[in-house]
């Protein structure tokens, strides 16, 4: 069983950065495809970003692209997710998740989620 924890969210203006960190225990996810969701009030959990197990072929949703950016550290047992340029539709609950499948880019496609980690961006 994996257990993921995030941490890194926070209030912070418009423009500004934060780090999210996901780390994973239980055991190694070094082949799992990790992602990143998020889940406004009102609205559905939408994917954000996921990568495969070796790091490469990051994938985004449009609304992030060149503005964050998913990477992890198999050795470590962490995913991150840097964001950049924030603004303030990018307020939601941001969740990491994890899949033995392939590729996902929907939630229903992993089995693994972490609690969440508030993210607020003000005007």
């Known amino acids: 069983q994996v257990q993921l924890v995030e941490s890194g969210g926070g209030l912070v203006q418009a423009g500004g950065s934060l780090r999210l960190s996901c780390g994973a225990s239980g055991r190694p996810v070094s082949t799992y495809t990790m992602g990143w969701f998020r889940q406004a009030p009102g609205k559905e959990r939408e994917f954000v970003a996921a990568?495969?197990?070796?790091?490469?072929?990051?994938s985004y949703v449009d609304s992030v692209k060149g503005r964050f950016t998913i990477s992890r550290d198999n050795a470590k047992n962490t995913v991150c997710l840097q964001m950049n340029s924030l603004k303030p539709e990018d307020t939601a609950v941001y969740y990491c998740?994890?899949?033995?499948?392939?590729?996902?880019?929907?939630?229903?496609?992993?089995?693994?989620w972490g609690q969440g980690t508030q993210v607020t961006v003000s005007s």
């Open positions: 998740a994890g899949t033995l499948r392939r590729w996902g880019a929907l939630p229903d496609q992993y089995g693994y």
């Open positions: 990568i495969s197990w070796s790091g490469g072929s990051p």
